[in-house]
């Protein structure tokens, strides 16, 4: 397996001043990974005389026939509601070292103590360490035709390919490279071995776009909740470190387990839009985009990975999410087409799922920086990272004399903070509840088609977009009456609410609607219409192969490796009894 990245010698996040400047050094890294238990990938298909590369590219279509037969029947669940049907994804008991691993999952320092099996670098090799960039598809090219340059490596793709898990400039530049070799062969003048590379969503790369994307676009819901369970006088970072995203993320997941049942039932058959958003939000988004990588990926779970990654496609695309309201769209593709044509890489990845990661190389990194100095020379940094390299990250000397390194949690801490997130919930739900009706959708102006919605309980005006899918869509539900759907005359007021925030007669969702939202469904196929088509057409533009481009990437680099110590909150004996009196007013308002 291939990991190809980026690397700069930046120790930290600083403001320019004018006495002092950073002398930032670049590097292109190139890192294989064997793996020794599995299977190699052939190229050619033994099955039938097909490329792995799909000449449609993008396939659309293929997306489509495959979503209607295998996602879009089980949408109106919510993500906690459908990972039922998963068996080995069932949150089972687990310690508190498991937990506090989880919350460190985007923290790559080797020296954290918990699942050090994953940190370290056993059957990896440095390729190389080069000063460089990796800004266009050239510099891409280059990064591989150095590598394919290795006696080793050009002879095992003579035959097999190299999977690679890579972020989204990655996924777009050898993408193109790709493209443009198939289509113009040897006038292309990029090497036919490039052919050989089987580019692939990096898990760890969705995982952290999806977590900081629900944390910015629902900010102003988690800076309530920050200063209800933190503190009113403490101020939370417009864009915070990794590792204190996932403690909010984790908290009002756990928070939303301790009263998900009183909420439901209180709110089952409530179309009010602020509702549906916070429920939506807690029991749908968040779970979704905080096991995507600990809990399914690692699972290997390839069926819930795949309905995972749509579920997670959705998101980004309801939220416009630039570049990644398309990558997942490429993954999807690809995998469906090797379904279609019986290509071995298909049950290479239904077997063995969970070892195509672009861990190792963040990884790697994060051993490098914690090595090198801020005056370290180029020459310097490349000698650091092949001594790296040999020793594969064993030190017995480091190991005696160094410090674990941990952001740490108390198991005490964490259950007092998940009661206090309980008893904000409780308490803002009591709010909706009082104010149900009164939240209002509203046009910017009208020359705008930009929309937003009044939320009164939480006291914000706020885009359309992060309310549930149902808003979304070209009939977003009615205020007026109960059955959405637009043929339906019956005036019952009972039936089912789906996640995406529709509501149905049971017989107008089962008969009728065949257990589909089709309003939803329509909103969700011309996305990938839309968006499979501008991805090929980027991919397709030869061009523009030498162009720098703006890929809005999240850097996964810089290290959140800091103490940990939080000034959270003194305990308070009297939380158990606020959290009952919350629940008692919230059933009897």
Known sequence: MLNVDDFHNIHEYRRSDTTTTHEVSHFITILLKALPEIAS??????????????????DAKIILQNAHSSFFPHLWLSYIGRRQTFADLMPASETHDERVERLLIHSYDDRIEQRRTDRSMENTKLVDLKEGSLHSTD???KALRHMMDVHEVRTYLETQVLVAPMDYPGQRNVRRAINHRINAGDRSGISEQILHIVPMIGPLHVSLNSRETVFLANYQFFDKFFHEV????KVLAKKPKAYKINLFLELASQGWSRVRTAVQRKFEQSKDAEARYLINLLENVIPLVLDFYPVIFRSGNWPAYKEAMFRVWAIFYQYNRKNYNKLPLAFLSDVFYWDSINHPISQVLSDSLQVFNDYYVENFHSSLRRRIQKSNTAEQIIRQARIIDQMRGSNSFVDVFSENHNIRYSAKQ?????????????????????????PKVISSNVHSKSKFCELPTLGIQTDVKILSMAWNTSYPPHMDRYC??????????????????????????????ESQCQYCTTYLVSGIEKNCRIFQQTVSSFNE?????????????????????EDFPLDDDNIDLLFVRALNTLTNV
């Open 139 to 141: 510099d891409y090219v």
């Open 41 to 58: 990938i052939p190229f050619h298909n033994h099955n039938q005389e097909k490329s792995i590369h799909n000449e449609e590219g993008i």
């Open 484 to 513: 959405d759907l637009e043929e339906c005359t019956n005036s019952c007021e009972v039936g089912c609410i789906l996640t995406c925030g529709h509501a149905y007669h049971y017989e107008c969702f089962l008969l009728q609607l």
């Open 230 to 233: 933190f503190g009113r006088q």
């Open 545 to 565: 192969m030498l162009t720098d481009e703006n890929t809005d990437e999240l850097a996964t680099e810089v290290d959140d490796s800091n103490t940990g110590d």
């Open 414 to 438: 964490l259950e007092y903070l998940e009661k206090r997130t309980a008893l904000f919930l409780l308490n803002l739900f009591t709010g909706v509840y009082r104010n149900l009706s009164r």
